[in-house]
């Protein structure tokens, strides 16, 4: 693997920089809080996040050669430094903090309706799938070997994964559509016209659906969460005494 030199000594600077800031703030948080530290899941979640950030920095691996289930440990747990810095979100300014607390529960109460957004549109896109591999297979039982189409059938609707993946490249909008397009033609109109169709429904309908459930999950946060209210009421009641 060819580095540019320097960058693994800034990168490592930098880590082991970052590894102290952190254990200075963990250690003046136990000395504020002492016991009472450990009463929260989030506490207790960043201390451990900083010991693992601590060890993994400043003990080489090659010392670690006699404690090889530690190393493993060690490596298992290096995404924790992560998350110790998304911990560190919650103390963001006050007017940045409501709107990413708001974002971060909407996606926190949109997992369901995710989903069954997606199951739904699992459902629609097999569905349509078994009606695309069906011409798509009458119609290479009937061609000629020499027909240049069948090779275009069997990239796109060969089986069930791969027309569930083509129609769902289409939905994306990453797909070759004009070469899609005259393949199903050629299959049949009929083929087409379910083709543009299933595109709109899905684009126009089913996305537009789907997005409006997240909105209204993230408004209904926004009612219900307490601290975005009183934020906002603070904030409301400042701009008027300003």
Same mark, same amino acid.
């Given at each position: 693997k060819i580095q540019q030199p320097g960058r693994l000594e800034w990168f490592t600077a930098f880590e082991k920089a970052f590894a102290v800031i952190f254990s200075v703030e963990m250690a003046l948080r136990l000395l504020a809080h002492e016991g009472g530290y450990f009463l929260s899941l989030w506490n207790t979640g960043d201390l451990c996040a900083v010991l693992f950030t601590v060890l993994s920095t400043f003990i080489p691996n090659r010392t670690l050669t006699i404690m090889n289930n530690a190393? =493993?440990?060690? %490596?298992? =747990?290096? *995404? /924790? %430094?992560?998350?110790?810095?998304?911990?560190? +979100? %919650?103390?963001a300014p006050q007017r940045g903090g409501v709107h990413l607390r708001l974002l971060v529960l909407a996606c926190k109460t949109s997992i369901g309706a995710l989903c069954w957004a997606t199951v739904l549109l699992i459902c629609l896109l097999l569905l349509s799938s078994i009606v695309f591999v069906q011409g798509a297979t009458t119609y290479v039982d009937d061609a000629s070997p020499s027909d240049p189409f069948v /090779?275009?059938?069997? /990239?796109?609707? %060969?089986?069930? *994964?791969?027309?569930?993946?083509?129609?769902? =490249?289409?939905? +994306?909008? /990453?797909?070759?559509?004009?070469?899609?397009?005259? =393949?199903l033609r050629k299959v049949g109109q009929w083929y087409l016209v379910l083709f543009i169709a299933l595109l709109l429904f899905l684009t126009l309908s089913v996305s537009n659906v789907i997005a409006g459930v997240f909105v209204a999950d993230a408004i209904d946060v926004a009612k219900r969460d307490r601290e975005i209210n009183m934020r906002a009421q603070m904030m409301e009641a400042r701009q008027n005494m300003e």
């Open positions: 190393m =493993v440990v060690l %490596r298992f =747990v290096r *995404p /924790e %430094r992560l998350l110790l810095v998304v911990s560190y +979100l %919650r103390f /090779e275009d059938l069997r /990239e796109h609707f %060969r089986s069930m *994964p791969m027309t569930m993946l083509t129609l769902f =490249v289409c939905l +994306l909008g /990453e797909a070759d559509f004009k070469g899609i397009i005259n =393949v």
